[in-house]
Nanobody, 130 residues
């Protein structure tokens, strides 16, 4: 079983920055697609960003393009989500997700779908105050 260990989150003012990190542990695979999702109170869980394990391919929700950056941290074997220019509407619980992949796994916008991922982190609260 793969566990996803999440770090970061917290409270920040509008316009501020936060960095979230996520690392697979337990049973691990050689490669994954890693994604970040978020869920605000009373709303469905929505896609934020995804990255291939090699780091060469990324995909973002329109709402975060230009403000958030997803990246692979090879030294820590983790994935980071750098969130800049935060807005109150970014307030949510943020979840890390992972799907083990192979050399034949295709990249595309379908990685924005929750059902594509097999493993989920416990979630971290991000609160942006106005």
């Amino acid at each position: 079983q793969v566990q996803l260990v999440e770090f970061g989150g917290g409270l920040v003012q509008t316009g501020g920055s936060l960095r979230l990190s996520c690392a697979p542990s337990g049973r691990t695979f050689s490669s994954y697609v890693m994604g970040w999702f978020r869920q605000a109170p009373g709303k469905e869980r929505e896609f934020v960003a995804a990255i291939s394990w090699g780091g060469g391919k990324t995909y973002y929700a329109d709402s975060v393009k230009g403000r958030f950056t997803i990246s692979k941290d090879n030294a820590r074997n983790a994935v980071n989500l750098q969130m800049n220019s935060l807005k109150p509407e970014d307030t949510a619980v943020y979840y890390c997700a992972a799907k083990p992949t192979s050399s034949t796994t295709e990249w595309g916008p379908h990685w924005s779908g929750r059902h594509e991922y097999d493993y989920w982190g416990r979630g971290m609260q991000v609160t942006v105050s106005s």
